[in-house]
Structure formats: C-alpha cells, structure tokens
C-alpha cells in the first residue's frame, strides 16, 4: 500500500494531504508499506449488491499510525498481521469497483 510521507516532518498519511496537519509542508513523497494490523471488524450479512456475502469489513493499522478500511478475505482474529492488497471488491452491472481487501500476513 502506497501510503504519503511529509518530508517536512516524515508523518505518514493515506490517503494523501495537500498540506500536512502536523507542521504546514506542502511536500510529499510516498513510501510503500505492507504489513499491518487487524484493529477491527464488522461482518454485513446482506451486503451491496455485486458484493461476495457475508461482507468482512475491517480496519487496518500500518506502521507509522496510518489507516485504512478494507474487506477482509477470510476470518481474520482482531491484532492479526495482514497483508492489503488493491483489486477489485464489487461488480455491478459491468462496473467494477477498486478497493483494499486484506489477507493473513
Ligand atoms: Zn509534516
């Protein structure tokens, strides 16, 4: 996952800011991180259309503090280490939709 990095004070965010919150600096460049933990969950048992049921959504801590929600693959226990990866997550009509879906590291 391909996270920001302020290069005025090396503060990690996605998505990426025009201007950091922290101290101002306009200047980024991006960082690459892959591992992350599990910090919650939600299980949707009638989920979207164009959605595989049941809809495992969690939320992702990577390093740095940065976050990201995504669907989780499989059953994955909370403060597990996951790996995210971009695809694919809904079909609709022909449309596809990108997103994050999370794997067991
Ligand atoms: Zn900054």
Redesign the pocket.
């Known amino acids: 996952m391909r996270v920001a990095r302020?290069?005025?004070?090396?503060?990690l965010t996605y998505p990426a800011h025009f201007v950091?919150?922290?101290?101002?600096?306009r200047d980024f460049d991006s960082l690459e991180v892959s591992e992350g933990t599990l910090l919650t969950y939600t299980v949707l048992h009638v989920p979207p259309s164009g959605v595989v049921s049941p809809l495992r959504i969690g939320i992702v801590e990577f390093e740095g503090g940065v976050r990201a929600l995504g669907q989780l693959a499989e059953p994955i226990e909370v403060g597990a280490k996951v790996r995210a990866e971009w695809t694919v997550v809904r079909e609709v009509e022909g449309r596809r939709y990108e997103g994050f879906r999370f794997r067991p590291a």
């Open positions: 302020c290069r005025g004070c090396r503060r950091c919150d922290d101290c101002g600096s």
